[in-house]
């Protein structure tokens, strides 16, 4: 699920509200994943992998991560990233193009009080995408951060919220012999362009 | 559902193939939809969208395409691109990153020839991606080309299949508080390297 907090008024985000909600008026799982896909310019190399989406704020659109992990560094050296979700219940695709940035440390202090000890003490104990010798020691040290008290009240610097801020949405729905609609929604300033897509 | 023709026997490819029947076993729905990201120099952007995964051939990924679509564009000035699947049924996430080209002209006519005539009408009447003044042209549009047998019987030049060919897989299994199992094979000439990820 994704939760929505004062989202923006703006049109493709009541698009998306209202295609969101058909979704899971159809049962849709998984309704909250996404793909989120980077360029790291150093290796010349696209790369893309599925988050949780958690939050819509206004206009910002919130997962979580580790700070020190691939993706973040691909953030900071490329901050445009596209995203795109599919819905197989409604035969619906959200295509986004975005600037990335770090949420602010309130926020992601609020969610990480918020989520259980289980899910924090992984947050805390993994150097996420590193390579490792065996899957053993990542239990170990999970089970120890587990028992560590202490650290387990302070969301570690390395851990939070990635925000991005779409500035073009496409609503794709497929129809029969592929004669798909097709929206597109630019961002012009402080509106949005609105043109239909050849399917 | 995806066709396998003389899949490559190397390591990654028959993980592929356990993890793909698996995910059929259990009834996963839209299996051969898969994310392709792309990358545009002259833009400076990511894109994404789902596509159709047709064919694995060997081990080349095809899916098709209109060769005039922005997409197209992408492959051409940066033939990289990364692509991923989420199978919510296994929680199972597939990373790939690949090389990008065009099929080879027999195997696009074969795919062609074997599809309905009603598809085949769209992808010949349709410039995939150009902005339309209404969804009504299109549609006659799409009806005229559905009439006209002669244009109908052969591949338009402009349209075929897209092959990739994967130099890094990631296999990845979600587990409870985030323990996910992560697997990565890397090409090193002939051979895979393998590595174990931290979640």
Redesign the interface.
Same mark, same amino acid.
């Given at each position: 699920m994704i939760e929505f907090i004062d989202l923006s008024q703006e049109k493709p985000y009541q698009v998306f509200k209202d295609s969101y909600e058909h979704a899971l008026e159809n049962k849709q /799982?998984?309704i909250d994943?996404i793909?989120i /896909? /980077? *360029?790291n310019p150093e290796l010349?190399? =696209? !790369? &893309?992998?599925?988050v949780n989406l958690k939050y819509i704020v206004n206009d910002e659109w919130i997962f979580f991560s580790n700070y020190a992990s691939a993706k973040s560094k691909s953030f900071k050296m490329?901050p %445009?990233? &596209?995203? =795109?979700i *599919?819905w197989?219940k409604t035969n619906t %695709?959200i295509?986004i $193009?975005a600037k990335i940035f770090k949420t602010a440390e309130k926020f992601s202090n609020k969610h990480f009080e918020s989520r &259980?000890t289980?899910?924090n003490? +992984?947050?805390i104990s993994?150097? %996420? &995408? %590193?390579?490792? !010798?065996?899957?053993e020691n990542? $239990?170990t040290k *999970?089970l120890e951060t587990l028992n560590n008290k202490d650290l387990l009240q302070t969301r570690p610097s390395y851990w939070g919220g990635y925000s991005f801020r779409p500035y073009s949405f496409e609503f794709w729905t497929g129809d029969?012999? @592929? +004669?798909n $609609? @097709?929206s +597109?929604y630019i961002k012009n300033k402080d509106n949005w362009d609105y043109?239909? +897509? !050849?399917?």
């Open positions: /799982s998984a994943a793909s /896909s /980077s *360029y010349s190399e =696209v !790369e &893309s992998r599925f490329h %445009q990233i &596209s995203a =795109v *599919y197989k %695709q295509r $193009k &259980s289980e899910k003490a +992984l947050a993994s150097n %996420q &995408s %590193q390579i490792i !010798e065996s899957f990542i $239990k *999970y029969k012999f @592929r +004669l $609609k @097709r +597109l043109y239909l +897509l !050849e399917p």
